[in-house]
């Protein structure tokens, strides 16, 4: 069974602090995200990554690094958590040159920064 | 500039009947357009998608349609069952259909009464 794991469903963390969320997938894909869910927002793009040490901006980067040193591992980190930053983290993955769009997401990771 | 637009935050419909959710976008340039469905706490997953050369895309008991002049597609579910309800994300691409920059729509929570 295909699967993107995201590495904590649940964190509280105080500002300041550094986050670091990470994510795998077993599907050898190429393509990877991460995604930020918030009430009346829908879903936005943070980064993403089409291989291996690349790195692309989303819609809203601000606050926010990633890191893939290996194909199937993405981490999102928060330099110095705030609260503005309180969200539903979702990562996700796509194969390379796909074409028919479809994204495979992980469960989500509930950050809360007090 | 929201980009694709769900202007139903909610919908309530009773078991056995259809389900209507609609979706507009502004980007002329988009090519490719999907449907997500979330659960609470669980990711979203992708559910079906419609290439604009198509008016049209069935399965089983859900159908994307896609009218292109009007920037406005919709998902029909028939029939509706309690297990659908959940928040529905409709989803759009431009270039050759890759889900590198696919935005999303802020979502409508569909709620099927038994």
């Known amino acids: 069974d295909v699967k993107v794991t995201q590495s904590s469903r649940y964190l509280v963390k105080r500002t300041g602090e550094k986050v670091f969320l990470e994510c795998v997938q077993d599907?050898?894909?190429?393509?990877m995200f991460w995604y930020r869910q918030d009430p009346g927002l829908g879903l936005r793009l943070i980064y993403f990554?089409?291989?291996?040490?690349?790195?692309e901006k989303g819609d809203i980067p601000e606050g926010y690094s990633v890191s893939r040193e290996k194909k199937e591992r993405f981490s999102l980190i928060l330099e110095s958590a705030s609260t503005n930053q309180t969200s539903m983290y979702l990562c996700?993955?796509?194969?390379?040159?796909?074409?028919?769009?479809?994204?495979?997401f992980g469960e989500g990771s509930r950050l809360t920064v007090l | 500039d929201q980009q694709v637009k769900q202007n139903s935050p909610s919908l309530s419909v009773q078991e056995g009947r259809i389900s209507i959710l609609n979706c507009d976008y502004t980007?002329?340039?988009?090519?490719?357009f999907l449907w997500y469905k979330k659960y609470p706490a669980e990711g979203p997953t992708f559910l079906i998608s419609?290439?604009?050369?198509?008016d049209k895309n069935e399965d089983g008991r859900f159908t994307v349609f896609l009218n292109k002049s009007a920037k406005h597609l919709s998902l029909h579910i028939v029939p509706s069952q309690p297990g659908d309800s959940a928040v529905y994300f409709c989803?759009?691409?431009?270039?050759?259909?890759?889900?590198?920059?696919?935005?999303f729509g802020k979502g409508t929570k569909l709620t099927v009464n038994p």
């Open positions: 996700a993955s796509s194969g390379g040159g796909h074409i028919t769009g479809e994204l495979f």
């Open positions: 599907m050898d894909h190429e393509n």
């Open positions: 990554s089409y291989d291996v040490k690349m790195k």
């Open positions: 980007n002329s340039m988009f090519d490719y």
């Open positions: 419609i290439s604009s050369i198509k």
């Open positions: 989803a759009a691409s431009a270039g050759k259909g890759g889900s590198e920059k696919l935005v």
